[in-house]
């Protein structure tokens, strides 16, 4: 079990094709925040840039997943914002509305224009990325909205308050792996088939990584998508949640990670929770 340090494009490469039984991720969302890496994801001027270099990253994950695995692809939405002359989104900004994020710094209010964005607009991330891989051969089995009991407290006044990301089941093939034993729901007369919408409270982490999704949005992804002892990759293995959930359930997992910091933040985490001490290369 290993994380690989670098490009995920280029981490990916050195994985054997068909190896992968099941992806689960969550990718830097476009215009949240700045990791503070070169050639980081999400810092795109706009958002068909951001979509295009996702896709990149899934044509290598194509490769090495196998025919009957699936990707679980959580992804949250933005808002344009053109309140001055460079363009940043207000996720970007501090209270006072000052900038924190300098790779954002370079957009350009005409390319937002370009793409149909007005200021305010909610961007709609999650689906052009769905369906931007739609057309490059995905198959689009299901939108599982993650609805967040505890959200992110806004202030905006004049729409409601975000409480929900999406997950996508991507597959390559309209015929594959799933285990829908295994992910049950309690029923008042007993089971019942999983449902689309997951309650799940977001839960604090105390290491350096802004991104955490909760162990239990994870476990639902891995049980359903893989056996005991197949293969687990995380391209945007950030904190190594979904490191943690695999082992844990008896899978092996396989992690890529850009940021140096993350990846050994990764390797001490699953470590600790664990047991397993991961290589980092």
């Known amino acids: 079990m290993t994380i690989y340090v670098g490009d995920n494009r280029q981490s990916l490469r050195r994985l054997p094709e068909k190896s992968v039984q099941v992806v689960v991720t969550s990718p830097p969302y476009w215009g949240l925040r700045d990791y503070g890496a070169d050639g980081q994801i999400g810092l795109e001027q706009s958002p068909d840039a951001y979509v295009e270099e996702l896709c990149q990253v899934f044509d290598e994950v194509w490769r090495v997943l196998k025919d009957d695995g699936t990707v679980w692809l959580n992804l949250g939405d933005s808002y344009a914002s053109m309140r001055d002359s460079k363009v940043t989104p207000d996720s970007l900004r501090n209270g006072d509305g000052t900038k924190v994020a300098q790779g954002a710094a370079n957009r350009n209010p005409k390319v937002l224009k370009e ?145 140096p910091d993350y990846a050994q933040l990764s390797v001490d985490r699953i470590r600790d929770s664990t047991g397993v001490e991961l290589k980092l290369e």
């Open 115 to 259: 793409a149909g964005l007005k200021h305010k607009d909610l961007v709609g991330i999650p689906w052009r990325v769905a369906f931007a891989l739609q057309a490059r051969g995905w198959y689009l089995r299901s939108d599982i909205i993650w609805s967040k009991p505890n959200p992110m407290p806004e202030s905006v006044r004049d729409r409601p308050t975000k409480s929900h990301e999406h997950i996508f089941l991507l597959t390559k093939n309209y015929k594959y792996y799933y285990d829908s034993e295994a992910i049950k729901e309690e029923a008042v007369d007993g089971l019942k088939n999983k449902r689309d919408v997951w309650p799940i409270q977001t839960k604090p982490f105390k290491g350096a990584h802004f991104a955490v999704y909760p162990p239990e949005l994870v476990e639902p992804c891995v049980l359903a998508g893989s056996r005991i002892g197949d293969i687990v990759l995380d391209p945007f293995s950030g904190s190594g949640t979904t490191g943690v959930v695999a082992i844990n359930n008896g899978r092996t997992y396989i992690g890529l990670e850009l940021n």
